[in-house]
C-alpha cells in the first residue's frame, strides 16, 4: 500500500465550478501537508501548505487536512481554464531534514 | 526568488551511455533531490543530499548514482543508461530553516534512452 493515495483522474470541470481533489494518507506521523501545481512540461510548484489539521486559504484555493481520517483536500472556487494541471498532494514528517512523499497526482482540466 | 535550473530540459541517449544531469540551485539551501516522474508512478525519490559531499538512498537508486562537491550544485549519473530509465527527472532544493517553504523544484529534464 503507497503512504499516500490520490485519484490520478482525469477529471474536468467546467468554467466557475468548484473542484474538490483528495488525497488519503496512512502515516499518522505526517504531519505537514503541501499541494503541488504543476504544468505540462514544467515542475512542480507550491501552491498551498497546512500544518496538522485545520483549514487553510489563499484566494480562490482552500486546502483542509483531518488527521483524524487522514484525508488531505483541496478545494478550488470559481475555476479557470488557467487552473487546469495535475495537482500533487504530499506529506512530510518534520521539516529540516526530511523527504516529501508525494501522491501520484489529478490531472485537472477546466473545461470554458 | 528561488531558481532551480537543470541542464537540460530535452536529452536523448544510447543504451549502455554514462548519463550525467546537471541541477543548480541559487538560494543556498542545504538539502537537494533528484526524483525522476512516471504516469501514474507520480514522484519517485532517487537520492538526496543534506549537505555537500553527503548522499541518502531514496526510494529507488538502482541505477543511479549521486554527486554533491559544491553546496549549489547536485548531479545525477546514470552509469549506464538502460530504456527503463526513460523518464522526467525533476531536482529541487530546500531549506533546512523549518520555516514554511518546502521543496523547490526545477523544470525538469525529459531523458529518452534508445
Known amino acids: 500500500q503507497k503512504e499516500v493515495e490520490q485519484d490520478p483522474g482525469p477529471l474536468s470541470v467546467p468554467e466557475g465550478a468548484i473542484v474538490s481533489l483528495n488525497c488519503t494518507y496512512s502515516n499518522s506521523a505526517f504531519q505537514y501537508f503541501m499541494w503541488y501545481r504543476q504544468y505540462s512540461r514544467k515542475g512542480p510548484e507550491l501552491l498551498m501548505y497546512t500544518y496538522s489539521s485545520g483549514n487553510k486559504e489563499d484566494g480562490r484555493f482552500t486546502a483542509q487536512v483531518d488527521k483524524s481520517s487522514k484525508y488531505i483536500s483541496l478545494f478550488i472556487r470559481d475555476s479557470q481554464p488557467s487552473d487546469s494541471a495535475t495537482y500533487l498532494c504530499?506529506?512530510?514528517?518534520?521539516?529540516?531534514?526530511?523527504?516529501?512523499?508525494f501522491g501520484t497526482g489529478t490531472r485537472l482540466t477546466i473545461i470554458p | 526568488d528561488v531558481k532551480v535550473t537543470q541542464s537540460s530540459r530535452y536529452l536523448v541517449k544510447r543504451t549502455g551511455e554514462k548519463v550525467f544531469l546537471e541541477c543548480v540551485q541559487d538560494?543556498?539551501?542545504?538539502?537537494m533531490f533528484w526524483y525522476r516522474q512516471d504516469p501514474g508512478l507520480g514522484l519517485r525519490l532517487i537520492y538526496f543530499s543534506y549537505d555537500v559531499k553527503m548522499k541518502e538512498k531514496g526510494d529507488i537508486p538502482e541505477g543511479y548514482s549521486v554527486s554533491r562537491e559544491k553546496k549549489e550544485r547536485f548531479s545525477l549519473i546514470l552509469e549506464s543508461a538502460s530504456t527503463n530509465q526513460t523518464s522526467m527527472y525533476l531536482c529541487?532544493?530546500?531549506?533546512?530553516?523549518?520555516?514554511?517553504?518546502?521543496?523547490?523544484f526545477g523544470p525538469g529534464t525529459r531523458l529518452t534512452v534508445l
Open positions: 538560494m543556498d539551501h542545504e538539502n
Open positions: 529541487a532544493s530546500s531549506s533546512i530553516s523549518g520555516d514554511t517553504d518546502t521543496q523547490y
Open positions: 504530499a506529506t512530510m514528517k518534520n521539516f529540516g531534514n526530511e523527504k516529501l512523499t
